[in-house]
């Protein structure tokens, strides 16, 4: 079988040996296509063909219909599309079942046992506090006990009378329990964390009324030196606790 002076095959002899040069005659079994080494030459040379053939086709078409030929848009480059940046939005969260308001609290380390009025903000933007020293007040502008965030319930710690609801809550310790009953009868108990005073000056408004991941109490009153030119203490005691149940 007789072989071809010419091969299409780059890497064979008669692309790079001495025969390819010497033996073979001009025009003579050489195509008319120079060989392409490289194979992202040969594919864009390709690629420009198939366009040729393409607008040939197109004038064709013109040519038999009498109308102007779309022209051809090439395609764009394609490749993959990057993943936006950002922070991932959170799955929503079931919604949560409405808590009861509070109606009583009893705090037996310290003998409490008081029904809980509602509280609201003074004109002067102050906490309301309860208009006798016998019961304790829920503000209502916090969270319902139990609910997540820190409720807020306050108190007197004594008058000109005596006594008041919370005038032992700076003996409560670390560990104890605290009760808070709803509406609905369910009872939220609470366990106690720290106790801490502070002076009016310096009140720890974040601490106490700054969101909180989970279900917390705040129990306020007066506390510290009394002050017989204004009539006040000049401190306050705040029991925080946390939900157990």
């Given at each position: ?37 490289r ?14 053939g ?8 013109a ?22 940046k ?9 919604s ?15 003998g ?14 102050a ?7 016998a ?7 916090s ?20 006594r ?17 009953r ?7 108990v609470?366990?106690v964390?720290?106790?801490?005073s502070?002076?009016?000056?310096g009140f ?16 306020i009153t ?24």
């Amino acid at each position: 079988m007789r072989t071809d002076s010419t091969s299409t095959d780059p890497e064979g002899p008669s692309a790079e040996g001495p025969a390819a040069s010497s033996t073979a005659r001009p025009g003579r079994h050489i195509s008319p296509i120079r060989v392409v080494r490289r194979p992202a030459a040969a594919a864009a040379l390709i690629a420009g063909l198939l366009l040729a053939g393409v607008g040939v086709a197109g004038f064709a078409v013109a040519s038999r219909t009498g109308h102007p030929a779309t022209p051809v848009t090439p395609v764009s480059k394609g490749g993959f599309v990057p993943i936006p940046k950002g922070k991932w939005a959170a799955v929503p969260a079931a919604s949560i079942q409405a808590v009861a308001e509070p109606v009583s609290l009893v705090i037996p380390a310290i003998g409490v046992s008081t029904k809980l009025i509602q509280l609201g903000i003074t004109p002067s933007g102050a906490l309301q506090v309860p208009t006798t020293t016998a019961v304790a007040g829920w503000y209502t502008g916090s969270p319902r006990p139990g609910e997540p965030g820190g409720a807020v319930i306050a108190g007197h710690v004594d008058s000109l009378q005596g006594r008041g609801v919370f005038f032992l809550l700076r003996l409560l310790k670390p560990g104890e329990k605290v009760y808070v009953r709803r509406a609905d009868g369910t009872l939220a108990v609470f366990t106690v964390t720290s106790v801490h005073s502070y002076p009016k000056t310096g009140f720890p408004t974040s601490a106490v009324y700054g969101p909180t991941p989970d279900a917390q109490l705040r129990l306020i009153t007066c506390g510290g030196t009394f002050d017989p030119a204004t009539g006040h203490y000049l401190s306050n005691t705040i029991a925080y606790a946390s939900l157990a149940s």
